[in-house]
Nanobody, 125 residues
Framework: QLQLVESGGGLVQPGGSLRLSCVAS????????IGWFRQAPGKEREGVSC????????NYVDSVKGRFTLSRDSAKNTVYLQMNSLKPEDTAVYYC??????????????????WGQGTQVTVSS
């Protein structure tokens, strides 16, 4: 059974930070690229960023550049999304997803074959 589980979401004030985790079970996460997507209320799901097996990262949206950072912890079979300088517009359900490739594909949901259940991030004062 392949499974991705996101955690680390919650309520944070503007300018604050959160670290989201994507933990894999049933497969070795480091064999595959991992992408992060988000869906805000009333909006379409959008790609946020992606990390390849080599550690190269891709930012899919300009709005998170310089604020969000991806990293891997092989021992914990986990990918982290460090989110700094959070803004209200970052409020969304965040999902991690695996494309079953080593490099990051375009941010199309159809190219990511396995998804987690999502974790809610709310940025508000």
């Amino acid at each position: 059974q392949l499974q991705l589980v996101e955690s680390g979401g919650g309520l944070v004030q503007p300018g604050g930070s959160l670290r989201l985790s994507c933990v894999a079970s049933g497969f070795t996460l480091d064999y595959y690229a991992i992408g992060w997507f988000r869906q805000a209320p009333g909006k379409e799901r959008e790609g946020v960023s992606c990390i390849s097996t080599s550690g190269d990262t891709t930012n899919y949206v300009d709005s998170v550049k310089g604020r969000f950072t991806l990293s891997r912890d092989s021992a914990k079979n986990t990918v982290y999304l460090q989110m700094n300088s959070l803004k209200p517009e970052d409020t969304a359900v965040y999902y991690c997803a695996a494309p079953y490739t080593t490099t990051c594909p375009p941010p199309r949901g159809v190219d990511f074959g396995h998804w987690g259940q999502g974790t809610q991030v709310t940025v508000s004062s």
